[in-house]
Each structure stands twice: as C-alpha cells, then as structure tokens.
C-alpha cells in the first residue's frame, strides 16, 4: 500500500499543469495496463491527447504487448468517450441528487462535509456492467454504429460547426420552422 501511495504522489508532483504528461502516461501504459492485461491482442481506445499517441516509446511498448491503440479524433470524443456518456455524466447526475436531497431535508447542514456518502451512493447505481456494455453501445464502438455519432461531431472545427448552425437557424427562420438548438 505505501509503495502504491508513493507513486501516486510521485505522479502527482511530476505532473503540475493537472494533465498527463509523457512520462506518466508511459508509467500507466507498463505497471497498470500492461502488467494486467491478459495474452493477445487488446484494443486501447485513447483521447487523442498528444502525449498518448506520439511518443515512439509508448508505440513502440504498446506494439510489443498487442496493443493496438485508437486515438478519438480530439474534436469529436465528447461523442466518442464511452465513460462519458456511461459513467462521468450519470455520477454526476446521481451525486448532485443525493446532494439535493441531503440539503433540502437537512437545511444549514454543510453537506461537503458527507462527501463521501453521497459519491458512494451515486456510484453504487452507475458502475454496473450494463452500463459499460451501453456506453460502447451509445458512441456506435461496439457494435460498430457510425450512425450513433450526429454530423456536426465531424465538422472540421467548432467555429465550422456554428457557421453550420447559424446558416440552418437562418434558413429555417427563412421557411419558418423551428429551431431545435443542441
């Protein structure tokens, strides 16, 4: 458990802007995915964060353990991050629910002080196993579904995306329709 703690810290000190850096992310790859994955091939889905899928070494390490690493295109993993939709936003949904909850039956109460509980509860009801299966499912990875992920997810840049959207809430002002902004 210390030496666990220890390269948590070390982690923690080597990586000050808050994102994981080269070294990090290699150090992940070797002790933690490596070392436990089972024999053959895997696939590594990524973020397409740069450290993750430039660096020789880390390709080089992954090749030599079979694993193929996919990088998401970094402006469209909102659409393509299984966690995301699967895991990150309904504990979130759950956590700030019990938050609710606790400070609408107990006013004045400082309900940071039960942050615990609360994260507790809100992830006993999300980390299941269909949950997982739905969020691969939900970004059309697995089964493959390309038809998961809207259009506006491939625009070549978010300023692209709103001259697209301006251009059909203009047009549909024109013909009258309404307009449904995401």
Not at 98 to 127: D, M, N, Y
Request: hydrophobic share 40%; aromatic share 12%.
């Amino acid at each position: 458990m210390r030496k666990l703690i220890a390269q948590c810290s070390q982690s923690v000190h080597e990586c000050k802007s808050g994102y994981v850096n080269t070294a990090i992310f290699m150090r992940w790859l070797s002790r933690h995915f490596i070392s436990q994955k089972q024999q053959g091939k895997v696939v590594l889905l990524l973020d397409g964060y740069i450290s993750h899928c430039t660096d020789l070494d880390i390709l080089g390490r992954a090749q030599e353990n079979d694993v193929i690493m996919v990088c998401l295109s970094p402006n469209s993993t909102h659409y393509l991050q299984p966690l995301d939709w699967c895991f990150f936003k309904p504990l979130k949904h759950f956590f700030y629910k019990a938050l609710h909850i606790s400070t609408q039956s107990h006013p004045g109460h400082k309900a940071r002080t039960c942050f615990t509980p609360f994260l507790k509860e809100a992830w006993q009801k999300v980390v299941t196993q269909a949950n997982a299966h739905s969020g691969f499912e939900v970004c059309g990875i697995y089964p493959h579904n390309p038809a998961q992920i809207p259009d506006e997810a491939f625009s070549v840049s978010d300023a692209a995306w709103l001259c697209q959207l301006l251009t059909q809430i203009s047009w549909n002002i024109l013909k009258s329709q309404t307009v449904f902004l995401p």
